[in-house]
């Protein structure tokens, strides 16, 4: 009894908490959910929960083009960026956890370097280069950029779990015959692939929430993403306020990356590896 | 089944260290190979470069009479157990068991027959579905051998494979590896730093120091006839016991008294040319309590009388330990074997000798005994090489 009522105690406290924490961070979320709800109106009476409930916002931004083609570039840029970051940065974090090669510390610290690197202050040299190659408004204009700025993310995560899988494991895919390509394929990546998933959510949703490229390497809608859409809502006249399909937009952006998170999580199996060797 | 030949196989790093030094096997057809020796004698460096996980520096490898040396891992038909077991982990024991069958493009219904023979062997039938994870130490250490029998390779090779478990299942894991090999009569190479396992499973024992092979020979042969110091250390358990000796007019001053040698030993000793310092060597095993010998049976040894300091009765035995006067034997290779069984620090003036006595023994801890060697089976070393100077070949 006395242990039972301690559980309950300590759940109780668990629970408050995380409730807390929660509640916390969601607000803003919430927030912005319930100005998508609100009518014209009612959408400055500082209510939390609307009076007035309508689906006009969301009407109106899949009425125009003005959103539903940015979300197309969105989906379209994001994804490839990230299946190529993903790709390159396996092959990059493969071989910096597992081979001792000339400039191995060098390509590591490059590639530090760039993560740090303040963006804004490549913005102007980049704006200027794809003008010149004519990358400029395209969807390989932003796409190039994200690899770059995404890769670095991705090795250092992708080589962190590379070097959890026990080495023997490949010596043994190779005595049981298998090819170095069979070995990575049928034994490391599916034992990566915790790790695979989880930088592919990283990657996405830097792509997915960048500003910064989109605005400035974007002028019309050819390639212009919802982040940098959103800054050009209008509303029906000059005298109305887009806050409310604003607010809407927003909402709908985050569905994507919560639906790819949710699918991914059941992947991120962590201890995975558990059970290979002795320990 | 195979051949295996390792001809001055060499191993040098790029920094210029020798794991290997033209070591020289001729593993036949069949046969169970040891590679024995303490931490870093390079013995797991030599299987890596029969498996073709490690490259040759120099010197040939020959698997059934053809070169090896610049052969894949994969074309070699060579299966190996891993200390870790190395087992897939995203892999049922079923599909662990016939990964190498999948990789070797053989039809469905052979990998299923395959894979539950040697499940059957090995009884982990009722395992089959089950993951690595979920297994006991022991369980996982027969899938590791079950993925190595199926495809019927011509070598196996075993890397400390029994190191991971815990005594009492290493000792019935033993067992049935040599069972096993019998049963396949596949040729196996296993790497141990355990002298106990060395002696008990191998047709074969290959002694390794610092990369250079001491000696080679079959178990019982080793015990006997070590070639040099360090091999007498390493075989044995107890190990043997050393102490530094003068030999003088065909007689022996040692810690335990003058020694009488017999004929047999002076004719070795003169015949190897004996320096004057010699290192005096005697098992554990060739003492016994000499209130417990007939008077005729002591005529064929020496007795010594000491304080019995520390006394482990197992049962059907008894180990006496002594401290005698003297100087202990210090030479390299003693050195490497006292450090590798992490004695070095143990305090101590004189020499400590271990004796086994008979469990009827009335010897008692503090008080002195009357302990008789046989004069025979003495070995006397030399302290600069370390050779045997009683080794009959």
Redesign the interface.
């Known amino acids: 009894m006395v242990m039972g009522t301690v559980t309950t105690a300590r759940k109780t406290r668990w629970a408050l908490l995380d409730i807390v924490i929660v509640v916390y961070a969601l607000i803003p979320v919430l927030w912005i959910a319930s100005l998508s709800f609100k009518t014209k109106d009612t959408l400055a009476d500082g209510n939390f929960i609307p009076r007035e409930w309508t689906l006009q916002n969301y009407a109106d931004i899949f009425a125009t083009n003005e959103f539903i083609r940015p979300l197309i570039n969105s989906i379209g840029i994001a994804t490839i960026a990230t299946v190529i970051a993903v790709g390159l940065g396996m092959m990059a974090a493969y071989a910096i956890a597992r081979l001792d090669f000339p400039g191995k510390r060098a390509l590591v610290g490059v590639s530090l370097l760039i993560a740090m690197f303040p963006q804004i202050s490549l913005v102007t040299p980049l704006f200027n280069i794809e003008r010149e190659l004519g990358l400029f408004d395209t969807w390989p204009g932003l796409i190039l950029p994200y690899i770059t700025f995404a890769l670095p993310l991705g090795i250092y995560v992708l080589s962190a779990f590379f070097r959890e899988i ?1 080495w ?2 490949e ?9 170095p390509a ?1 070995a990575f394929r ?2 490391i990546a ?2 990566a692939a915790p790790g695979v998933f989880t930088t592919a959510i990283l990657v996405f949703i830097f792509c997915w929430n960048d500003f910064l490229f989109a605005i400035s390497l974007t002028s019309t809608e050819a390639a212009r993403t919802v982040p940098a859409a959103l800054s050009f809502f209008t509303g029906t006249s000059q005298f109305e306020d887009p806050t409310g399909t604003i607010a809407a937009a927003a909402v709908v952006i985050t569905i994507p990356i919560v639906l790819f998170v949710l699918f991914f999580q059941r992947r991120i199996v962590a201890g ?8 | 089944m195979a051949e295996i030949v390792l001809d001055k196989v060499t191993k040098t790093y790029p920094d210029g260290a020798r794991a290997v030094s033209e070591m020289d096997i001729e593993i036949a057809d069949g046969e169970f190979v040891i590679l024995v020796g303490p931490s870093g004698c390079g013995k797991s460096t030599a299987l890596n470069m029969i ?3 490690e490259d040759i520096s120099s010197g040939e490898l020959r698997i059934d009479g053809a070169r090896a040396n610049e052969k ?3 074309d070699r038909d ?3 157990v ?1 200390q ?7 892999m049922s024991v079923r599909e662990n068991m016939a ?2 069958l999948r ?2 493009k053989v039809d469905d219904a052979t990998v299923r027959a395959k894979v539950d023979e040697a499940a059957e062997i090995l009884d982990l039938t009722q395992h089959l579905d089950r ?5 006991s ?1 022991g369980q ?1 250490q027969r899938v590791a051998m079950g ?1 190595a029998i199926v ?1 019927s390779p011509k070598a196996f ?1 075993m890397d400390e494979p029994l190191s ?1 478990l815990d005594a009492k299942l290493r000792g019935q894991m033993r067992t049935s590896v040599a069972k096993l090999q019998k049963q396949l009569g596949t040729t196996t190479v296993y790497v141990t730093h355990d002298q106990t396992e060395a002696m008990t499973l191998g047709d074969r024992v290959v002694v390794l120091r610092g990369g250079v092979v001491q000696q080679i020979g079959s178990p019982q042969f080793l015990y006997e006839q070590p070639a040099n110091l360090f091999v007498a250390g390493f075989i044995g358990s107890p190990s043997m016991n050393f102490v530094a000796a003068t030999l003088e007019d065909g007689a022996l001053k040692s810690p335990l008294g003058t020694i009488t040698l017999t004929d047999r030993i002076r004719r070795l000793a003169e015949e190897a040319n004996a320096p004057r310092e010699v290192v005096l060597g005697i098992r554990p095993e060739h003492f016994e309590d000499a209130a417990l010998l007939e008077e005729e049976h002591k005529a064929r040894g020496a007795s010594f009388s000491a304080a019995v300091d520390v006394l482990e009765s197992m049962g059907s035995e008894k180990f006496a330990y002594f401290t005698v006067e003297g100087e202990l034997a210090r030479t390299a290779e003693l050195q490497e074997l006292a450090a590798d069984a992490g004695a070095t620090d143990v305090p101590g003036t004189g020499s400590t000798i271990v004796a086994r006595l008979s469990a009827s023994s009335g010897a008692r801890v503090g008080q002195d005994l009357q302990v008789w060697f046989d004069a025979d089976k003495l070995q006397l070393f030399d302290p600069s090489s370390g050779k045997n100077l009683t080794y009959a070949g």
């Open positions: 026990p023997e494991l010596k043994a895919a190779k005595m049981d015959g298998a090819t069979q049928r034994v599916p034992l995975l590896t558990s059970g290979a060797v002795k320990g | 498996a073709g996980l894949a891992p994969k060579i299966a190996m891993f870790s077991y190395a087992l897939y982990p995203h990964f190498p990789l070797a993951r690595p994870s979920n297994l130490g996982r993925r495809r090779l991971n």
